[in-house]
């Protein structure tokens, strides 16, 4: 059975920083492409960042120079790190992993930007 737990959200001032994790099981996160999405209230899921088995990085424009996703295989997790955080960045964050036809999410990790 595959599994995807994000950790790492919370309430953060902006200007903030945080670093979420994507701890997989059942599949070997170097074989797959991974990528982090979010999805804010009312609006439809976005992408974020992904990191392809090759290694090969993609932002979304509204977080380059500020997020940095990262792959340690022998913790088999994914992280995202998230610097300069701003009140836009306020949504419920995923994680998934692809590979051919297979596509894995998580359940998602809050994150709040606010004063």
């Known amino acids: 059975q595959v599994q995807l737990v994000e950790s790492g959200g919370g309430l953060v001032h902006p200007r903030g920083s945080l670093k979420l994790s994507c701890a997989a099981s059942g599949i070997i996160v170097s074989m797959y492409d991974m990528g982090w999405y979010r999805q804010a209230p009312g609006e439809q899921r976005e992408l974020v960042a992904t990191v392809t088995v090759g290694g090969t990085t993609n932002y979304a424009d509204s977080v380059k120079g500020r997020f940095t996703i990262t792959r340690d295989n022998a913790k088999n997790t994914v992280y995202l790190q998230m610097n300069s955080l701003k009140p836009e960045d306020t949504a419920v964050y995923y994680c998934?992993?692809?590979?051919?036809?297979?596509?894995?999410w998580g359940q998602g990790t809050q994150v709040t930007v606010s004063s």
């Open positions: 998934r992993a692809q590979r051919r036809l297979s596509r894995y």
